[in-house]
């Protein structure tokens, strides 16, 4: 009878050892397996970074062009639509802002420099 209840004992014991060794076995899987999920889902975030800074560098570049294209656009309008006399007052009344109108012709600059309104006094 002490051999039964030894065997019945083994047994039990095993079982629990076999038990303790297979959650700790699942665990470790599953942990595993978490780290994979999240290394991965921090790499396709740095995908997602990298793919919107190259998109925001692309829209800028097309935004200079466009504003190239604009202020163009405005400098060549002012000297066909304004007189001289029209243009040399925007250009002195623009002086001081970011954006200005462009000088009619580069020798007209250079033979009759137009003057900001402090320089005629």
Known sequence: MDNILNMVLAG??????????????????????????????LQNY?????????????LIDNLTDSYKEVFEHLSESAEVLLTEEQLKN??????????????????EQTEDPIKSPSELE
């Open 90 to 107: 925007q250009l002195i009344n623009r002086r001081s802002r970011e954006v200005t109108i462009k000088y009619l012709k580069s020798s």
């Open 46 to 58: 740095q995908k997602d970074v990298e793919t919107h800074f190259a998109k925001t560098a692309d």
């Open 12 to 41: 039990i014991v095993g079982l629990v050892i076999g038990g303790l060794f297979m959650y700790f076995a699942h665990n470790r899987k599953t942990s595993d397996s978490s780290v994979k999920a999240v290394e991965d889902k």
